[in-house]
């Protein structure tokens, strides 16, 4: 999940942020702390995002700079 409070912030971060089915197509929504998914055409809940940093079960691996 994503903190509520660092929500707008990841998502700042290009790839960062995941919906549940692993999109990353996702922007703030009207409804803090939520998030726009444009491949589902959903908002999902922050405790429902997946933040690919810190999650293992993320699909691809995050990369950090030269990493
Ligand atoms: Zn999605």
């Known amino acids: ?7 707008a912030e990841l998502l700042a971060e290009p790839y ?6 692993g999109h ?3 922007r703030p929504a009207a409804t803090i702390p939520s ?4 491949s589902c055409r ?3 809940h922050a405790s429902e995002l997946v933040d690919r940093r810190t999650d293992p079960d993320a699909c691809k691996p995050y990369r950090r700079g030269n990493d």
């Open 35 to 38: 998030a726009y998914c444009r």
């Open 42 to 44: 959903e908002s999902y």
């Open 24 to 26: 990353t197509a996702l």
């Open 1 to 7: 999940m994503v903190a509520p409070d660092e929500l």
């Open 16 to 21: 960062r942020v995941a919906c549940p089915n």
